[in-house]
């Protein structure tokens, strides 16, 4: 109930004072108003069930060849580098076939010589290719286009054409040369290329190389330490 304050007048008395309305005829406390937020009667739709989840981009390719930067610049993740690389040896089966091979300054296919035979991953080879990554290393520069040029042979199949699903890991910060030629011959070959990455650098070389990944249809990975 609303209250009214009332204020009492001194009247002389020749006048006679008006008397005050008894609280009976006071007026009513207002309605109050219908509330915004009413419930809506329509009833909510059905939840859709959650569409799965697409494989790990490193399951989407059966013949992929993994190259470990072990040059001066990668040093310094050399560990967080041969962890991931290893955890991905370790997600793939016997259905993957796969060559893992370490590099720093190679400029041609013939100078990458720490590298591993192209192999289905049963569980000895997931081992044998796992200690060869835990073993990597290497010193010096570095250059992209000897291990890529090697790494697209391997990915041939018998009648000289590029197998199908078939990928290039590059586990390195980017900054390196890459040529012209090897840049189109990546890109002819429809081979995806990933460049996986501990601490990413900006250098021209290196956003050259991962515009080249993206174009293949493939990109840069951050490893994340947890």
């Known amino acids: 109930m609303m209250e009214y304050r009332i204020e009492t007048e001194i009247i002389p008395p020749e006048h006679e004072a008006i008397p005050a309305p008894p609280e009976s005829e006071a007026l009513p406390a207002p309605t109050p108003a219908p509330s915004k937020e009413a419930p809506d009667p ?12 697409p494989p790990d981009w490193w399951t989407m390719a059966n013949h992929i060849v993994m190259l470990i930067d072990a040059s001066d610049s990668g040093a310094s993740d050399g560990q967080k580098v041969q962890q991931r690389a290893c955890q991905v040896i370790d997600d ?18 013939e100078d990458i010589r720490y590298r591993t035979d192209y192999l289905s991953l049963k569980d000895e080879v997931k081992e044998e290719f796992k200690e060869f990554i835990v073993n990597t290393d290497l010193v010096g520069g570095t250059s ?7 790494a697209l042979e391997t990915l041939k199949d018998e009648s000289g054409s590029y197998e199908e699903s078939a990928a290039i890991f590059l586990f390195s910060d980017g900054d390196g040369p890459l040529s012209r030629e090897v840049y189109d011959a990546v890109l002819e ?4 290329l990933y460049v996986i990455s501990a ?5 021209p070389d290196a956003l050259l190389l991962v515009q080249l990944a993206e174009a293949t249809g493939g990109g840069r990975m951050l490893i994340v330490s947890n």
Request: avoid cysteine; charged fraction near 15%; hydrophobic fraction near 40%.
């Open 144 to 150: 992209f286009d000897g291990p890529i040029l090697m």
């Open 199 to 203: 601490n990413p650098v900006q250098t």
């Open 42 to 53: 329509t009833p909510a739709p059905p939840k859709e069930t959650p569409t799965p989840a």
């Open 92 to 109: 793939l089966n016997e259905e993957f076939s796969v060559q893992v091979a370490a590099f720093a300054y190679a400029p041609t296919a």
């Open 189 to 192: 070959s429809e081979v995806q």
